[in-house]
């Protein structure tokens, strides 16, 4: 670290460069000059395929160390990183499946001994933090919403703010022209929450009533076994389909900007998830940054969206079948919903939650 240069500088502990929500959460955040200006480096997760990137990147912008790994083993590259580093401070991205309850524990004594002034730590999903101390290391807290709050241990509440998941720039994309024919369309990475079989079967009843609608289902994999057997339930699903001719799937890994671009000339993004622990939906926010109103479920990864969605009352096929078919003969309500979208992104967006984010990192001079 040049100490010549007085502004204070911040490391990260995320996924980086994967097939991962966090990953494109972070990154996105770290591209807005507010952060971009005053990372230091990325302490990332090692990937276990040899691409490449599986090698620390101290030349890049922003450096990579890839220094923990998901699984048993201790951390311990980590652990002597967090505490020899001469940052001012530390933005961590909390999910269940990154460390066992006993890395968290001596992770978080780790940090009660490292020189960062200010210990940021965002919650993806609050499972696996019980007993562990490792929340109460951190000077700040991060959730997406009220929910996953009154998840956290109550003696961290206090230091914990509601930071609602962004919505996605509008500049990474190429806005397309709306297709004639109804389109809907379902994105995300493949997991048995997403119920993309169901929703197959509910639009294949919806269509054998009114056939001038697509689902263009544009999920993709983590490297995942389970996430790779969804993907052969989802082909599956789609090759047994009545209405296969009319499903038109991409189930690789696409750039934001593509997901963005496919997205755009959509009618209706159509979210069937079962409840879950995550606090916030990626492909939500995708389709609020495309303008596509989101026909979805009650869970409670979708508390946080600030409009622009229409809510199934459960998610039986015939149900999410049915407001398919209404929905497909009114859009008038489309527009509105596409108008109220609009309205709230200046509010969310990206650049908005960096700032905030910023200022958390560093308050009080830390």
């Given at each position: 670290m040049d100490t010549t240069d007085q502004t204070p500088r911040f490391d990260l502990v995320s996924t980086w460069e994967e097939e991962c929500g966090i990953f494109e959460y972070a990154s996105a955040l770290?591209?807005?000059?507010?952060?971009?200006?005053?990372?230091?480096?990325?302490?990332?997760?090692?990937?276990?395929?040899?691409?490449?990137?599986?090698?620390?990147?101290?030349?890049?912008?922003?450096p990579v160390d890839r220094c923990w790994a998901t699984g048993d083993e201790p951390q311990t590259d980590l652990l002597?990183?967090?505490?020899?580093?001469?940052?001012?401070?530390?933005?961590?991205?909390?999910?269940?499946?990154?460390?066992?309850?006993e890395n968290l524990s001596e992770l978080g004594q780790a940090l009660k001994q490292?020189?960062?002034?200010?210990?940021?730590?965002?919650?993806?999903?609050?499972?696996?933090?019980?007993?562990?101390?490792?929340?109460?290391?951190?000077?700040?807290?991060?959730?997406?919403?009220?929910?996953?709050?009154?998840?956290?241990?109550?003696?961290?509440r206090?230091?914990?703010?509601?930071?609602?998941?962004?919505?996605?720039?509008?500049?990474?994309?190429?806005?397309?022209?709306?297709?004639?024919?109804?389109t809907l369309a379902t994105v995300g990475f493949v997991a048995?929450?997403?119920?993309v079989p169901l929703l197959i079967e509910a639009f294949s009843m919806a269509h054998a009533l009114y056939a001038d609608m697509e689902l263009h289902v544009l999920s993709?994999?983590?490297?995942?076994?389970?996430?790779?057997?969804?993907?052969?339930?989802?082909?599956?699903?789609?090759?047994?389909?009545?209405?296969?001719?009319?499903?038109?799937?991409?189930?690789?890994?696409?750039?934001?900007?593509q997901v963005l671009g496919d997205l755009s000339a959509s009618d209706l993004l159509c979210?069937?998830?079962?409840?879950?622990?995550?606090?916030?939906?990626?492909?939500?926010?995708?389709?609020?940054a495309a303008g596509v109103p989101i026909l979805r479920s009650e869970s409670s990864i979708f508390s946080d969206l600030p409009g622009g969605d229409i809510v199934l009352t459960d998610c039986r096929p015939e149900t999410i079948a049915e407001a398919i078919l209404t929905l497909s003969q009114l859009p008038v309500l489309l527009s509105q919903k596409s108008a109220e979208i609009d309205s709230i992104y200046d509010e969310q967006n990206v650049s908005q939650t960096a700032l905030r984010i910023a200022e958390l990192l560093n308050e009080n001079g830390g």
């Open positions: 770290i591209g807005e000059k507010v952060l971009s200006e005053r990372i230091e480096v990325v302490f990332a997760r090692r990937l276990k395929r040899a691409e490449g990137l599986a090698q620390s990147s101290p030349d890049r912008t922003p002597e990183k967090l505490k020899s580093s001469r940052s001012d401070a530390l933005w961590f991205q909390y999910h269940p499946s990154f460390f066992t309850k490292a020189g960062y002034r200010q210990r940021v730590l965002t919650v993806h999903n609050p499972e696996g933090l019980a007993g562990t101390g490792f929340t109460s290391a951190f000077t700040h807290i991060i959730v997406h919403n009220e929910q996953t709050l009154v998840h956290l241990p109550e003696d961290v206090p230091k914990s703010k509601v930071i609602p998941h962004f919505i996605y720039s509008r500049e990474m994309f190429e806005p397309q022209e709306t297709r004639d024919t109804f048995q929450n997403k119920q993709s994999p983590f490297p995942t076994h389970a996430s790779h057997f969804e993907l052969s339930k989802i082909a599956a699903a789609i090759r047994h389909s009545p209405a296969k001719a009319a499903i038109k799937s991409d189930l690789s890994h696409k750039t934001m900007s979210l069937p998830y079962a409840d879950t622990a995550e606090s916030a939906s990626g492909a939500a926010r995708l389709g609020l």
